[in-house]
């Protein structure tokens, strides 16, 4: 890759056509990949987002897919709770009914 294929000239102003290295700073620049922005210098590496096409929510906040997926996780961990809490309330009924007898 050719220097001048970094850069684009817009009248008098250069601008950059890459993102630079947030580690490495200006003037190193991150390779694009089809699937990643990476460094050669440093090897940091940012991740483009994907988009199925199979899935409709492809236009939500990411953060929003991760709190989906935590309240979900949370509604397993509750309902595994209700049922370990079922079952050690029917085992302490069966045992206060072995007392009595």
Same mark, same amino acid.
């Given at each position: 890759?050719? $220097? +001048?294929?970094?850069?684009? %000239? =817009? @009248?008098t102003?250069? *601008?950059?056509? +890459? $993102?630079? !290295?947030?580690k490495? @700073?200006?003037g ?6 089809k699937? +990643?922005?990476? !460094?050669? /210098?440093?090897?940091? *590496? =940012?991740? $483009? @987002?994907?988009?199925? /096409? ?5 236009? *939500?906040?990411?953060s929003?897919? %991760? /709190? =989906?997926?935590q309240t979900k #996780?949370? #509604?397993?961990?509750? $309902?595994? *709770?209700?049922?370990?809490?079922e &079952?050690n /309330?029917?085992?302490? &009924?069966?045992?206060? =009914?072995?007392?009595?007898?």
């Open positions: 890759m050719k $220097k +001048r294929e970094l850069f684009k %000239l =817009e @009248g102003n250069i *601008t950059r056509t +890459r $993102k630079h !290295c947030p490495c @700073g200006p190193v620049f991150l390779a694009e990949h699937d +990643r922005l990476s !460094c050669g /210098k440093c090897g940091y *590496t =940012e991740f $483009k @987002g994907r988009a199925r /096409k199979d899935d409709s929510s492809s236009n *939500t906040d990411p929003e897919k %991760l /709190k =989906e997926g #996780e949370k #509604e397993i961990q509750n $309902k595994k *709770t209700d049922e370990h809490m &079952d /309330k029917e085992s302490k &009924d069966v045992e206060k =009914e072995n007392k009595k007898e």
